[in-house]
């Protein structure tokens, strides 16, 4: 048996995960309360954003992409550091406050789904050029809603569908 120091509880062993850098090889947290605690962390605005990050800079890793040429890859690479990651999220706040860069609505961290849901107006990291990477010029942040709707747009489909609009005094 072992003590949980968050919940206070005793109990088997087999309810800690392994935590190879302490005494006994255990975590001193009991796998429930350890699940508890991490999704407070993702819920907390530093939590979401920097599993965020991390979704961004392993995305070209996945499986999916695997045989995908290299310009392909390059479409999808990160190519900015965790700090300018965090930077260009103030940068973000000074400009537009907790709102999408493209449409102007809120934007929330304390969502349960960083890259899950696709619909909700999660914070979402976008390329604003997507055949460019993530860049520190091409890196935006949105809502998951409209990183959705955007997905693959580019500039010269703007202009298009704009064009197209005037052209029937729509
Ligand atoms: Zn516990």
Not at 48 to 64: A, D, I, S
Not at 115 to 125: A, D, E, L, R, W
Not at 143 to 148: F, I, L, R
Request: hydrophobic residues 25%; charged residues 30%; contains cysteine.
């Amino acid at each position: 048996m072992k003590k949980c120091t968050s919940c206070k509880l005793d109990l088997e062993l087999k309810e800690f995960s392994k935590y190879k850098l302490s005494k006994d090889g255990l975590n001193k947290w009991c796998r429930k309360c350890s699940k508890e605690k991490l999704s407070l962390y993702s819920n907390t605005e530093h939590g979401y954003m920097t599993n965020l990050y991390r979704y961004v800079r392993r995305r070209v890793l996945q499986k999916r992409y695997e045989n995908y040429p290299e310009y392909e890859k390059a479409k999808r690479r990160c190519y900015i550091t965790r700090k300018e990651f965090f930077y260009l999220w103030e940068q973000h706040k000074k400009k537009y406050g907790y709102t999408c860069a493209l449409s102007g609505e809120s934007i929330v961290y304390n969502t349960s789904s960083a890259s899950g849901s696709k619909t909700n107006n999660g914070i979402s990291v976008d390329r604003l050029n997507p055949k460019i990477g993530y860049t520190l010029e091409n890196t935006i942040f949105v809502s998951n809603k409209t990183n959705q709707m955007k997905c693959n747009v580019t500039k010269e489909l703007c202009a298009a569908i704009i064009r197209a609009h005037e052209e029937r005094g729509l």
